[in-house]
């Protein structure tokens, strides 16, 4: 295998991760992970050995993203939002209706919030190379990330402020539990 085969096979599951927070659903997700991967393999004569291949790879993929997915949006709505797919996770209960109702809200956010927020967190990528995904400074990355946590932040306090049960999922810092055991006293 070449190196680029090698890199591109690293990267994979967070470019799928990437793709499903942009296209939120997971059908989408595997087209447009598939096509960035037909379009790495076509232009891997333009990498440049050396170079950050996960953020050229991310690049791609947001590009292809945009071009394509968000203009056949712009054509289609969707009839039931109520359909979208859940992540697996683990069997217990608990955590299961953690991460659809965090999911759910995270869904909420505009899809800049969500797309950044996924590179950064999700992916574990530098803000640095984030900025060369977004090709935009990395001071512009980080207020833009901070823009998002507190959108997220909001949206989760919004979310748990008439529901003390979905408060304890979201609130379990050791400040939020002193706070909880004051509230039930």
Same mark, same amino acid.
């Not at 690293?10 to 087209?31: F, G, I, M, Q």
């Not at 069997?91 to 956010?109: I, N, P």
């Not at 530098?126 to 833009?144: P, Q």
């Given at each position: 295998?070449?190196?680029?085969?090698? #890199?591109?096979?690293?990267?994979?599951?967070?470019?799928? /991760?990437? &793709?499903?927070?942009?296209? @939120? $659903? !997971?059908?989408?997700?595997?087209?447009?992970?598939?096509?960035?991967?037909?379009?790495?393999?076509?232009?891997? #004569?333009?990498?440049?050995?050396?170079?950050?291949?996960? /953020?050229? &790879?991310?690049?791609?993929? @947001? $590009? !292809?993203?945009?071009?394509?997915?968000?203009?056949?949006?712009?054509?289609?709505?969707?009839?039931?939002?109520?359909?979208?797919?859940?992540?697996?996770?683990?069997?217990?209960?608990?955590?299961?209706?953690?991460?659809?109702?965090?999911?759910?809200?995270?869904?909420?956010?505009?899809?800049?919030?969500?797309?950044?927020?996924?590179?950064?967190?999700?992916?574990?990528?530098?803000?640095?190379?984030?900025?060369?995904?977004?090709?935009?400074?990395?001071?512009?990355?980080?207020?833009?990330?901070?823009?998002?946590?507190?959108?997220?932040?909001?949206?989760?306090?919004?979310?748990?402020?008439?529901?003390?049960?979905?408060?304890?999922?979201?609130?379990?810092?050791?400040?939020?539990?002193?706070?909880?055991?004051?509230?039930?006293?």
């Amino acid at each position: 295998m070449t190196s680029i085969e090698n #890199d591109l096979i690293a990267c994979l599951p967070d470019l799928r /991760a990437y &793709a499903r927070s942009l296209t @939120r $659903n !997971r059908h989408d997700a595997d087209d447009l992970v598939q096509d960035t991967v037909v379009r790495i393999m076509n232009s891997a #004569d333009r990498f440049q050995p050396g170079t950050n291949f996960k /953020a050229w &790879a991310f690049t791609i993929l @947001r $590009n !292809r993203f945009l071009n394509e997915f968000v203009a056949k949006r712009k054509q289609t709505k969707e009839l039931d939002e109520a359909g979208l797919e859940q992540i697996p996770t683990s069997a217990r209960q608990e955590e299961g209706l953690e991460v659809a109702d965090f999911q759910r809200v995270f869904h909420m956010l505009p899809e800049d919030h969500r797309s950044i927020l996924s590179l950064v967190a999700g992916s574990g990528m530098a803000y640095e190379d984030v900025a060369k995904v977004l090709d935009c400074a990395v001071g512009t990355v980080k207020s833009r990330v901070h823009r998002a946590r507190l959108a997220l932040y909001h949206l989760l306090e919004q979310e748990t402020a008439t529901d003390p049960v979905r408060r304890d999922r979201f609130h379990r810092s050791p400040a939020a539990e002193d706070r909880r055991k004051l509230e039930t006293d």
